[in-house]
């Protein structure tokens, strides 16, 4: 079961109620993410489950362009 009532197929773009869409047969998915709390209970025990204090944590994040890299890049398109 969804934790989200509203549903949107990627695939064709119709919205749904149901996980799967009735319009392609394809897998819908949440049309938003869900609400997140500064003042969130169970932040502790996620931290802790994806052990976000470990070097290997830090590492598998994806890195961001230098912002000169990123003006270099877009004055090259123009």
Do not use: G
């Amino acid at each position: 079961m969804a934790r989200q009532l509203l549903q949107h197929c990627s695939k064709c773009k119709a919205w749904t109620l149901q996980r799967d869409c009735q319009y392609c047969d394809d897998t819908a998915n949440a049309a938003a993410p869900l609400k997140w709390s500064p003042e969130d209970q169970r932040a502790n025990i996620r931290r802790k489950m994806y052990n976000v204090e470990s070097k290997e944590w830090l590492d598998s994040l994806p890195s961001l362009e230098k912002i000169s890299e990123t003006r270099s890049n877009a004055s090259e398109e123009e």
